[in-house]
C-alpha cells in the first residue's frame, strides 16, 4: 500500500497545498513517486533534511498506518528500519540500491503496541532517525 498527493505550482505563484492523500494497496516496497531536481523538492508535516536528503512522516501520531516518503539526491543504497524504544530492531522497510527521485513506503504497525518507535535512515555515510508515534 502506498500513499500518494499532489501538489500545484504556477510559473509565478507558491506550491499549493498538498491534496488528500490516495492509497494504492498491494504494494510493499519502496516506489519512486516522481524523479524531481533537489530544490524543487517540499515537504511539510514532519519533514527534515540532511545534506540534501529529505524524509516526511505522515500522519504522525498515526493508526495503524503511515507513510515515509524520501527523497535521496544520487544513487546509493538505501536502508530504513524501524525500532521500538529500547532499541530493538522490529522491522526492516527497505534496503535496496536505489536511484535519485523521491520513494514511498507504508509502515503498517497493526500488530504492534502503541507506544513510541523510531524510523531510522541509512544512506550512503549518512544516517538520520525520526520519532514516529503509533496510538492505540
Known amino acids: 500500500m502506498v500513499n500518494y498527493y499532489a501538489t500545484a505550482k504556477g510559473a509565478n505563484s507558491p506550491e499549493s497545498d498538498q491534496s488528500d492523500i490516495a492509497t494504492i494497496k498491494g504494494l510493499h516496497s519502496a516506489k519512486p513517486i516522481a524523479e524531481r531536481p533537489e530544490n524543487n523538492y517540499q515537504s511539510a508535516n514532519s519533514a527534515e533534511t540532511l545534506n540534501n536528503i ?20 544520487e544513487n546509493g543504497n ?16 527497505v534496503n535496496e540500491y536505489q536511484y535519485p527521485g523521491e520513494y514511498a513506503v507504508i509502515f503498517d504497525g497493526q500488530s504492534l503496541a502503541g507506544g513510541v518507535y523510531f524510523i531510522l535512515l541509512r544512506f550512503k555515510n549518512q544516517q538520520m532517525s525520526r520519532k514516529i508515534l503509533m496510538l492505540k
Open 78 to 93: 538505501v536502508q530504513i528500519a524501524l525500532y521500538n524504544i529500547a532499541g530493538q530492531q522490529i522491522a526492516e522497510l
Open 54 to 73: 529529505n524524509v516526511n512522516i505522515f500522519p504522525n501520531p498515526f493508526n495503524p498506518a503511515t507513510s515515509i516518503s524520501y527523497y535521496i539526491p
